[in-house]
Antibody, heavy 122, light 107 residues
Framework: QVQLVQSGAEVTKPGASVTVSCKAS????????VTWVRQAPGQGPEWMGG????????TYAQRFQGRVSLTKDTSSNTAYMELRGLRPDDTAVYYC???????????????WGQGTLVTVSS | IQLTQSPSSLSASVGDRVTITCRAS??????LAWYQQKPGKAPKLLIF???TLQSGVPSRFSGSGSGTDFTLTISSLQPEDFATYFC??????????FGGGTKVEIK
């Protein structure tokens, strides 16, 4: 069955960097894009960016541009999200999600990781 | 593209018919998905392409709409349906947007 399993919770200090991993199984990882979303406490989901199945093309939300990097390692079926220059307001649960398709069109994030809590505190 | 959900919260009883709306700031064809989220859990896909039920989702959930106005309906609310619901637009994929959410609470 399709699964996305994320790395464990992180506690970091302001100014540091964090990398969250997302290991996929049960489907052909190279044929799907991966979207990253975060959710601050009590807030709705916020799109951070995505890495597509086409040449691993990345797209980032303007507010994270320059601070976030998304990568995919097809040899290990793992996607990664690195966020740099962490601030206390980056404290949130970070999710990876598969870009589900109907034909060639992406129609939803059909499978999600379990989430990774990143806490930024001095 | 902005998505505005209404209401932001509602109280309902088991068996009630519940309707949640999502309005897009510009036309998004039918590239709209609906998710259910319970506390401490990842969002769960309910509906994609505005009206297509995801496999395994109960048929009491339905979606409709196209262009800018969309609706999620729960025909007969069940105890396990108390949760927060989000809409998401994928018309501008890979740039995605979520609505602000609707919390469905027990009356």
């Amino acid at each position: 069955q399709v699964q996305l399993v994320q790395s464990g919770a992180e506690v970091t200090k302001p100014g540091a960097s964090v990398t969250v991993s997302c290991k996929a199984s049960g489907f052909s990882f190279s044929n799907y894009g991966v979207t990253w979303v975060r959710q601050a406490p009590g807030q709705g989901p916020e799109w951070m960016g995505g890495i597509s199945s086409y040449k691993d093309t990345t797209t980032y939300a303007q507010r994270f541009q320059g601070r976030v990097s998304l990568t995919k390692d097809t040899s290990s079926n793992t996607a990664y999200m690195e966020l740099r220059g962490l601030r206390p307001d980056d404290t949130a649960v970070y999710y990876c999600a598969r870009d589900g398709r109907m034909g060639v069109m992406v129609t939803a994030n059909d499978y999600w990781g379990q989430g990774t809590l990143v806490t930024v505190s001095s | 593209i902005q998505l505005t959900q209404s209401p932001s919260s509602l109280s309902a009883s088991v068996g009630d018919r519940v309707t949640i709306t999502c309005r897009a700031s510009q036309g998004i064809n039918n590239y709209l998905a609906w998710y259910q989220q319970k506390p401490g859990k990842a969002p769960k896909l309910l509906i994609f392409a505005a009206s297509t039920l995801q496999s395994g989702v109960p048929s009491r959930f339905s979606g409709s709409g196209s262009g800018t106005d969309f609706t999620l309906t729960i025909s007969s609310l069940q105890p396990e349906d108390f949760a927060t619901y989000f809409c998401q637009q994928l018309n501008s994929y890979p740039r995605l947007t979520f609505g602000g959410g609707t919390k469905v609470e027990i009356k």
